[in-house]
């Protein structure tokens, strides 16, 4: 694995006009592919110091 990432990094580095000018217009494209469809992410996860939080509130009405 650490030589692919040399490996890509060497490249990225020698061509980094190209790697410069690319960088702008990938983020658009993939942000979009990997958002999810609209789907909520309320998935409660019991016992955990960020759920009891999340629930101080709705105890206290």
Do not use: H
């Amino acid at each position: 694995m650490a030589t692919c990432l040399y490996r890509i990094g060497r490249w990225a580095f020698r061509r980094r006009r190209l790697v410069g000018g690319l960088r702008p217009g990938v983020p658009v494209p993939a942000g979009a592919a990997m958002a999810p469809a609209g789907e909520g992410e309320n998935l409660p996860v019991p016992g955990t110091g960020s759920q009891k939080a999340f629930d101080l509130p709705g105890e206290r009405r």
